[in-house]
């Protein structure tokens, strides 16, 4: 090769690499341009102490014990309603599901879901061109102007409601199928719009973790060059409990430990997937529940730790939630916030991190952007959380301080839970007007209010206010602010 020819070759070489590298620069500045991704994984029933992080026992959860590790715990997070449609209203509009009109359970025979006009924080994603993709238990409505797909998602594969609500629960087993179908039809499974299963059986539940978990890391590999919402409302661990066989028989905790250690499983592939791609820095990830453990199933439900009562009531067993937020180099690692916070605040903190204009109606929401980086001075952007079961206002976060409303409640009174997915009865009881102190009393024991007679009165005030935009059975008021849901 003649000295011109080598020459040649060298600034041709040189031109390749300086393009190449031009090519990885600019590829790193669009992605670093990128507003960031955001995944949130939503568990459904699961108790306070069922992870890691909050202290559970029995079985291991070795990938949420690293987020949190990685992250940042949040001890006081609160959704709406401590029932399945209720809190998915709460969690995906930014507003109180009694705003929306979302009450309790939407079952088979509903003719109601969330409305048009609600905006999602897929809609709210969408402004910016992300990708969305709901994978799961949806339970805002069954029929299809109700599905993800009608609400900013591009993407969806999941039950239409709870895994329970089809003629194979055990207590029914005993009964002819046809008596069982008319009491609950035939569960489907969704794909889109279109039902692709239209008789779920328990071998086909076996596999739904697997399935939600395959469809996102799918989507996330697709999506990596651009930004995504994805939304996973896993069906576990609500009854019946149902698990693959890769992790059969490998908890100390029986089925429900088993089931969980497939949760954890799942998110190890979603955060794996994030880092695969290189994208984990660009990504917040969140992790909490619609609500606490279904007591009255004993060991096929999870446990609320320290906290007092579980589902289907507002005592923080019921509507406090082990949470965990990770985004790495924007959360703090190892770092744990005991501000309050709420479900509803999500949807506005992830339009201000990707920069879309929030709904032009009323959300009841603020961002806790502030909380989530564990800024020194952070405080929890509301004054105080309301907490309806129903249409009832039963109970107020503010600070640390929590004031029940009289009002009746369910609790198993101390008894034990049923057992292989049998449950037993809830007793009734009722509480007065009755003042805790959470910072001190977590369990929600002991009544103080006569001793903060001014922290009673703020609270009742601010009551007062809430009554007056969104109503409450407790006291017959009808709220000035209630949006109707869609109908068919």
């Not at 949040?74 to 209720?86: E, I, K, L, R």
């Not at 079952?107 to 993709?133: F, H, L």
Request: some cysteine; overall charge negative.
């Amino acid at each position: 090769m003649s000295r011109c020819q080598r020459i040649a070759q060298a600034a041709l070489t040189l031109t390749i690499i300086s393009i190449a590298v031009l090519a990885a620069v600019s590829q790193s500045a669009s992605a670093a341009d990128r507003p960031p991704n955001v995944v949130v994984i939503f568990i459904d029933d699961m108790g306070y102490g069922d992870i890691g992080p909050f202290g559970a026992t029995g079985y291991t959860t070795p990938n949420l014990d690293r987020m949190a590790k990685e992250g940042r715990i949040f001890t006081d997070f609160y959704v709406t309603q401590a029932v399945c449609s209720a809190s998915r209203a709460g969690l995906l509009t930014g507003c109180y599901n009694v705003r929306v009109g979302i009450l309790g359970a939407l079952g088979p025979q509903s003719n109601i879901g969330i409305n048009a006009d609600e905006v999602t924080i897929a809609e709210i994603c969408k402004q910016q061109g992300y990708a969305t993709a709901c994978y799961g238990k949806w339970h805002l409505g069954h029929h299809k102007q109700f599905l993800p797909m009608q609400h900013g998602f591009d993407d969806y594969f999941g039950l239409p409601y709870s895994n329970d609500m089809w003629p194979y629960h055990p207590g029914v087993a005993h009964l002819p199928i046809e008596q069982r179908l008319k009491r609950w039809p035939h569960l489907p499974l969704i794909d889109k719009n279109d039902i692709i299963n239209p008789q779920v059986t328990g071998k086909d539940q076996e596999q739904l973790t697997t399935q939600y978990t395959e469809h996102a890391v799918s989507f996330i590999d697709q999506n990596k060059d651009r930004p995504f919402f994805l939304y996973v409302p896993h069906s576990m661990v609500h009854v019946p409990l149902y698990v693959s066989d890769k992790f059969k028989g490998k908890s100390d905790r029986g089925l429900f430990g088993d089931v969980m250690m497939e949760v954890d499983w799942s998110v190890g592939q979603i955060l794996d997937a994030l880092r695969k791609n290189d994208i984990a820095d660009n990504t917040l990830v969140i992790f909490t529940a619609d609500n606490g453990p279904w007591l009255s199933y004993g060991n096929h439900a999870g446990t609320a730790g320290p906290l007092r009562e579980g589902k289907g009531t507002m005592f923080d067993g019921g509507c406090r939630e082990s949470t965990v937020m990770w985004w790495p180099g924007t959360i703090p690692a190892g770092t744990k916030c005991s501000e309050p916070a709420m479900t509803i605040d999500i949807l506005p903190t992830v339009a201000e991190i990707c920069g879309a204009e929030l709904p032009s109606h009323k959300i009841d929401g603020k961002s806790i952007l502030r909380l989530m980086r564990g800024e020194p001075d952070a405080t929890s952007p509301h004054e105080a959380y309301f907490m309806y079961y129903g249409k009832e206002l039963q109970a107020v976060r503010m600070g640390k301080w929590k004031l029940h409303f009289p009002h009746g409640y369910r609790t198993l009174d101390g008894r034990q839970g049923g057992t292989g997915g049998i449950p037993v009865n809830y007793s009734s009881a009722k509480i007065d007007l009755a003042l805790f102190d959470l910072e001190n009393d977590v369990g929600e024991t002991t009544n103080v209010a006569e001793q903060h007679p001014k922290v009673v009165a703020r609270i009742q005030q601010l009551a007062e206010e809430m009554r007056h935009e969104l109503g409450d059975t407790l006291t017959k008021r009808q709220g000035v602010g209630m949006r109707p849901p869609g109908k068919i």
